[in-house]
């Protein structure tokens, strides 16, 4: 199988993984519960601050998709959640490994769920969780695309900060690639709207040195704290054209020129605003698939 372009250009080879496989790796072995995600729950070089988490005792019913889970003790997990109105927080689910748990089967990334929990800490206990269904499932190159969508968002998002809009916008990335939508498209979309939802993402449409809309016709780079200015031959950030900027604020890649420049672009915007910090997600790919 084919890694899609945006997940693989420009990423230096990892160190091979210990005992991985010599040949590519199945992708129903892919699917296996949390345990196969492609990313560690290791913090970023240099996480955001988080809130510190409301006081609430009980929230039921509230949608939400599992970002990552890992093992915590013999039979539970610590679970990341992507919830609609408390944002991104993180669960015990108790007993949640043991064979006949109710919550076995359902704690699925990329699917969404009805959950419940309790608590006053920064780490809830799980109550319930339900299975909500109406998408359909992830697969083949839409599965790679979704664990980078999850590890961008553990990496991105303080914990207990409601993104509302992002989480609607993130069922629709979900949608459209369960839908075969073409995926760099989809992910240019869903990475803009990320950095506009933590606001950092600048107005891409006027020019910060003249204040003046941007030309279509100029050549600018895209200062990550301020925003676009005419380029300069000294610059090393990426190049683009005035029509890419106004291209990517109307959210038409219809352009193959745009579509390869917002590529780049939005490559090095991440990367500044994860302090540097690797996304996992492609280099652990590449290395199992040995692409």
């Known amino acids: 199988m084919r890694l899609p372009e945006e997940l693989t250009a420009d990423v230096q080879p990892a160190q091979a ?23 560690t729950p290791a913090p970023p070089a240099a996480p955001r601050r988080s809130r510190a988490p409301v006081r609430e005792t009980r929230v039921t019913g509230q949608p939400a998709f599992v970002l990552h889970s890992y093992p915590y003790k013999e039979t539970s997990l610590i679970v990341d959640l992507f919830t609609r109105d408390h944002g991104r927080i993180a669960v015990v689910a108790k007993g949640a490994k043991r064979p ?22 920064e780490l ?10 109406g998408m359909l ?25 409601a993104h509302r809009a992002l989480f609607d916008h993130y069922v629709s990335t979900l949608n459209e690639l369960a839908h075969d939508e073409p995926a760099q498209i989809v992910l240019r979309k869903f990475e803009r709207a990320l950095l506009k939802e933590t606001g950092v ?9 003249t204040r ?25 950030w990426p190049v683009v054209s005035g029509k890419t900027l106004l291209d990517m604020e109307r959210e038409d890649y219809a352009d193959p020129a745009t579509l390869t420049q917002s590529k780049q672009l939005m ?15 492609r280099q652990i790919l590449i290395d199992l698939m040995q692409l």
């Not at 993984?17 to 196969?36: H, L, Q, T, W």
């Not at 809830?124 to 269904?133: C, K, N, P, Q, Y």
Request: charged share 25%.
């Open 17 to 39: 993984v210990a005992d991985a496989p010599a040949a590519p790796m199945p992708m129903a072995e892919m699917r296996v519960a949390e345990a196969s995600i492609p990313f």
């Open 137 to 161: 499932p992830l697969e083949r190159t839409a599965l790679l695309c979704g664990f980078y969508l999850n590890e961008l968002l553990v990496k991105l998002l303080a914990r207990d900060d």
């Open 124 to 133: 809830r206990t799980l109550i319930d969780a339900e299975w909500v269904g």
């Open 100 to 121: 006949l748990s109710k919550l076995r089967g359902v704690l699925q990334t990329f699917q969404p769920l009805s959950v419940s929990w309790s608590g006053k800490s």
């Open 201 to 209: 993402a600048a107005d891409l449409g006027r020019s910060t040195t």
């Open 212 to 236: 003046e809309a941007v030309d279509a016709d100029l050549s600018y780079v895209v200062d990550p704290e301020r925003g676009a200015r005419e380029a300069r031959v000294s610059d090393v």
């Open 267 to 281: 490559r090095f915007l991440l990367a500044h605003h994860l302090g540097g910090a690797p996304l996992n997600t």
